[in-house]
């Protein structure tokens, strides 16, 4: 529980520092900068989400634990909402700097392919009954799936001409000074934590609702 | 300070306030699901 709330308390400063503590980035017009302390961390989650769940499916895969493949499935769904954030955010990002708010540049349609492939992975999941076959299908696909990122997240968008910040054809690197640079590198721990706890609340609820057979809606 | 900037924090933090709130009410509410009888933990985080 403690954890918890230190961990709401740690985000509640951040979000206040970022608009009224410290300078924006520089290298960026205006004030939309900041939106970089919760763009990034929220592709970091993703990406760091993917990948557990790929590890997870290969552990179900070995063990046949169904805990493993809880955590995976978890995992996906938490990846695909931080997926789509990053994309939300970066547009408004996009907007204040290129001039629109969606341009199909490399960045933009490499991230749409990758909440394609993992929107793949969902109706996977749903279209097969049998839950053995299902989690073994769905496993196999995590797996595949995966294998995607490093070249839609990391080399895409370099070996192509984008406008995104440090690739081809904007070298344009956020400066941060110190301080920013804490409060960013605070920003990427809290939005780790929220992950973690959002993760944990979903494999319990993933469990229980194995237990109980699909009876129960948490939201009444 | 710059004009704008103060509403667009507050704005964050209720959207932050609403998201703890909801992930605090979700954790209880599972806690008295898996404290009913007959529910037996898989083994596993506590949340």
Known sequence: ?220 | MKTGLGFVAAVNLIIWAGITLYLFILDRRLKKLERRPGYRDHGGGDG
């Open chain 1, 1 to 220: 529980m403690i954890y918890k709330i230190l961990l709401t308390i740690w985000m509640n400063l951040i979000i206040a520092a970022v608009f009224l503590y410290i300078e924006p980035a520089a290298g960026f017009p205006g004030e939309v900068s900041r939106i970089l302390f919760f763009h990034v961390p929220m592709a970091w989650v993703a990406t760091l989400a993917f990948l557990l769940s790929m590890i997870a499916s290969s552990v179900y895969l070995i063990t046949r634990k169904v805990n493993a493949d809880f955590l995976a499935q978890s995992s996906a769904e938490l990846g695909f909402l931080f997926c789509f954030l990053a994309t939300v955010t970066g547009s408004i990002f996009a907007k204040a700097t290129w001039g629109s708010f969606w341009n199909w540049d490399p960045r933009q349609t490499s991230i749409v392919m990758l909440l394609m492939i993992y929107g793949a992975y969902f109706v996977l999941r749903s279209a097969v009954a049998d839950h053995e076959k299902r989690r073994v299908f769905a496993g196999v696909y995590s797996i595949l799936a995966f294998c995607t990122v490093p070249f839609l997240v990391f080399i895409v968008p370099r070996i192509t001409n984008s406008l995104h910040p440090e690739d081809t054809l904007n070298p344009a690197k956020p400066g941060m000074d110190i301080k920013t640079l804490i409060f960013f590198l605070g920003s990427l721990c809290a939005y780790t934590g929220l992950f973690v706890w959002m993760l944990r609340l979903k494999v319990r609820m993933l469990r229980i609702m194995d237990k109980e057979r699909g009876r129960i809606n948490f939201h009444k």
